[in-house]
């Protein structure tokens, strides 16, 4: 596999040449072409799996167990990513789990790590959520990129002096312009109807000690750490973007658009257009939904920064299939309880579908999506490389 990192190095050299020549604006046809090869690369290498699968790498020390299943309403409209320099493993449209080496870098950088949830609704949500899957890693870094390299140049700028922040700061202003382009790119993608379909979408990255979140809609990220007594608990690191949260019902109302529950829906409110009893959000912030983007809906994300330290042990990322049936410290405990690593989010998953069952009597059971990115090393890792398919 090691013509793969150099693969990934022509998409860093991609955004960096033309970056030069556009004067500030990434190269997205030149990145978007070399991830594509990645992408082609890694499915001829067998490092995509569309059925159930699971991949372990020999001598990783972090590992990614992932796992998605449909609900009850039709195609699946959950999808997932983890990206790393050598390998692009993808996980949409039918169950699956995958472990595998994180150890190698995404973006050419030590000890680096991109994860993604996105969460599609509407008549072709499944597709917008698997184009903003395909477009935001390879967006981000191009921005990211073209961030740090113009921040270097800048004579007021010491890169040495408050590390912490200035990092943070380059990763947010990247991942502003890149949800910006990623929406707008979606909005002109003729092959894609996203006037009444959408996606959230919740990203991780990790550089070394820090991890960087990003949440679009209201996906959740929780992290398990150590306490003093020495039980896991929960940190939940994202806001659920629903729509009446003060900061984003103002925002809506201001924008003319409206936020109500329906008689029959109690609890639940939707973002409705001024005049008409449609789309009927229940999120504030997505990808796509053009209908509804000049009435207060936004892609815009809060970013966030945390410090991993050895108490933390894994950080979760879940569609809201999880969250309305599982608390964190129930997810927490699930994941962290399991005897396999391998199998944990497939548990997490598992153990939400039986929630829904209990708990919602004769409601469609959601997508159900969830990652386990593991921090520190595990001994009961398996030290071989292989691909395991069942039917569906």
């Known amino acids: 596999m090691g013509h793969f990192s150099s693969m990934f190095n022509g998409l860093a ?29 890694a499915k001829k290498n067998d490092l995509i799996l569309r059925s159930s699968g699971f991949v372990n ?3 990783s020390n972090n590992s990614a167990s992932v796992f998605s299943k449909r609900g009850n309403k039709g195609s699946n ?37 991109f994860c993604g949830i996105f969460d599609g609704h509407g008549p072709w949500g499944h597709f917008v ?81 820090f991890i960087i979140v990003a949440n679009v809609g209201d996906s959740r990220a929780v992290l398990a750490t150590t306490s003093d007594d020495g039980s896991m608990v929960p940190v939940q690191l994202t806001v659920d973007f629903k729509p009446n949260l003060p900061q984003e019902v103002e ?21 409705w257009l001024p005049d008409e009893e449609s789309p009927g959000l229940a999120m504030s912030r997505a990808f796509g939904d ?12 809060e970013v966030t920064q945390r ?46 579908v039986h929630a829904w069952k209990r708990k919602r009597k004769g409601i469609a059971t959601d997508d159900i999506s969830a990652i386990c990115l593991f921090f520190h090393s595990s001994v009961s890792q398996s030290e071989h490389v292989h ?3 069942t039917p569906k």
């Open 77 to 113: 409209q959950d999808c997932a990513i983890v990206w790393e320099a050598l390998g692009l493993v993808i996980c949409h449209d039918s169950q699956m789990w995958i472990v595998f080496d994180l150890e190698q870098e995404f973006g050419c950088q030590e000890d680096m790590i």
């Open 129 to 209: 959520a698997k184009k903003v899957r395909e477009s935001l890693p390879s967006s981000l870094l191009c921005n990211w990129q073209e961030t740090l390299a113009q921040t270097s140049l800048l004579p007021d700028i010491d890169l040495d002096s408050d590390k912490k922040n200035q990092r943070f700061n380059i990763w947010k202003h990247s991942y502003v312009k890149a949800c910006a382009a990623v929406d707008q790119e979606l909005q002109q993608c003729r092959k894609i109807d996203s006037f009444h379909s959408g996606t959230t979408a919740l990203t991780v990255v990790r550089q070394g000690e």
């Open 251 to 271: 925002r809506i109302i201001q924008c003319k658009g409206r936020v109500f529950c329906l008689e029959d829906e109690p609890g639940v409110h939707r973002v």
């Open 290 to 301: 053009y209908c509804i983007k000049d009435y207060g809906l936004i892609s815009v994300p």
């Open 57 to 59: 790498v020999d001598g």
């Open 307 to 352: 410090h991993i330290t050895s108490r933390d042990q894994f950080v979760l990322l879940a569609s809201d299939g999880v969250w309305d049936v599982i608390s964190n410290q129930e997810a927490v405990d699930i994941v962290s309880l399991a005897p396999d690593r391998a199998k944990s989010a497939k548990r997490l998953v598992e153990c939400a």
């Open 387 to 389: 691909t395991v398919t």
């Open 13 to 41: 050299r991609s955004c960096s040449i033309q970056k030069r020549k556009s004067s500030g604006s990434c190269g997205d046809d030149d990145g978007r072409g070399a991830a594509d090869a990645m992408a082609k690369d």
